[in-house]
């Protein structure tokens, strides 16, 4: 398909118009069913048109979808209950995207770092790693050090330092008296997928409450369940200060959030920050319906339980191909195939439109397979044997 006349090219040419989704089946406009291990880049966390999901939209939309933070909103305080309940004791603020939880994030490492040093302007770095993605608004790209994301746009908002992940040497070098906070994804997601390890993120635990600086958790691509856990972080055992959030929590509506822990919460105060449309009734009908399904359907735990033989498959794919695949990375469903030829990653994903299954690429060579968290084994099977297929007919 061409570019529509009417749009942007900021985005490359459509494979095919969506039009309807089911469960882990998406469909285009000729009626082609696809195996949908995109998830709309992570988001249709329960499937796509949950009839649980469908109903609470549908009564919330017949009774109010928007008023604005100016009244209060008993769906967003059940929502913010919730998540402080997962998160431990904190509040939470309420966006609409991954990119917008980034932003206030870093507005409150700015706070804190005025709180901490008297006086604005003085201590304000975040120190994020080498190879991350927080986003494409300012503050997301000047945390986000890759040349694809900042270029053309420079210069870039000060007061970033970026260390190796899994590397805390680097970090203890970096965090120092002008540093306000580090700032961290649980596992990288648009870089390649790599996962913070537990014995990095403890330590960077201790370094932050050592010198003062909060840890910042970017939890938007591999929380809500997608990881075998709530939040990737819990198999660590660590508590960060703040937590940002978004994709999987609406399931397909935007919602973003942070969750900031006590006292650091009480850094924004009436002014200090503000959305529009963040929070309204119909977004947190979603993630109450969202957090509904998961815990009904029990599906992070489906998830910790489905993985492991799924990750084994993956893993025979890889020594089958050895010329083709490094291996796998990641946790639960969110995995990373790790290509050998750089740049292969797009053509794969092409051939597994072609085949009728919908993967992601990220980083310079890693497809991203990113299911429902109601995916069943038969279905992760099926995705195995269907890469097996492509790469039997692809050449190193």
């Not at 549908?58 to 929502?79: D, E, F, M, R, V």
């Not at 537990?198 to 635990?205: A, G, I, K, T, V």
């Not at 050998?340 to 993967?359: H, Q």
Request: charged share 15%.
């Amino acid at each position: 398909m061409n570019h529509h006349p009417t749009l942007i090219k900021n985005y490359g040419p459509p494979a095919f118009n969506a039009v309807r989704g089911q469960g882990v089946y998406l469909y285009d406009d000729a009626d082609n069913e696809y195996l949908d291990f995109g998830s709309g880049i992570a988001v249709t966390s329960v499937g796509h048109s949950h009839p649980k999901w469908v109903a609470a939209m549908h009564t919330q939309a017949a009774t109010l979808t928007h008023c604005s933070n100016l009244y209060g909103i008993p769906g967003q305080q059940k929502l913010a209950d919730r998540l402080v309940a997962k998160a431990g004791p904190g509040r939470t603020l309420f966006c609409n995207s991954g990119a917008e939880a980034n932003e206030a994030l870093i507005k409150l490492a700015r706070l804190h770092g005025k709180k901490l040093s008297g006086e604005e302007g003085k201590r304000f770095t975040v120190v994020a790693a080498k190879n991350a993605f927080h986003g494409r608004t300012f503050g997301g790209m000047g945390a986000t050090p890759q040349e694809k994301i900042q270029g053309g746009f420079r210069p870039m908002l000060e007061g970033f330092k970026f260390g190796e992940l899994n590397n805390i040497e680097s970090f203890d070098q970096l965090v120092d008296d002008s540093v306000a906070a580090v700032f961290i994804e649980s596992i990288q997601g648009e870089g390649g997928l790599f996962p913070a390890e537990s014995s990095f993120l403890q330590e960077l635990r201790a370094l932050c409450t050592e010198r003062g600086a909060l840890l910042m958790l970017d939890e938007v691509q591999c929380g809500i369940g997608r990881s075998g856990h709530f939040f990737a972080f819990e198999a660590s055992g660590v508590q960060p200060d703040a937590i940002g959030m978004a994709k999987g929590l609406g399931a397909g509506f935007p919602i973003g959030a942070i969750w900031v822990s006590e006292p650091y919460a009480a850094l924004f105060q009436p002014g200090s920050h503000g959305t529009t449309f963040g929070g309204s009734p119909l977004a947190c009908a979603a993630a109450n319906a969202t957090l509904d399904i998961i815990e009904e359907e029990q599906l992070i735990q489906q998830v910790a339980a489905n993985s492991p033989a799924w990750h084994a498959q993956l893993q025979k794919l890889a020594q089958k191909y050895p010329e083709l695949i490094a291996g796998i990375r990641g946790a639960g469903y969110m995995v990373g195939l790790v290509l050998k030829p750089e740049g292969l990653n797009l053509s794969i994903t092409a051939a597994a439109r072609e085949k009728k299954l919908l993967v992601v690429p990220a980083g310079n060579n890693v497809v991203r397979l990113l299911p429902a968290l109601i995916a069943t084994p038969a279905q992760l099977s099926e995705s195995v044997e269907i890469l097996d297929a492509i790469f039997a007919n692809t050449e190193a």
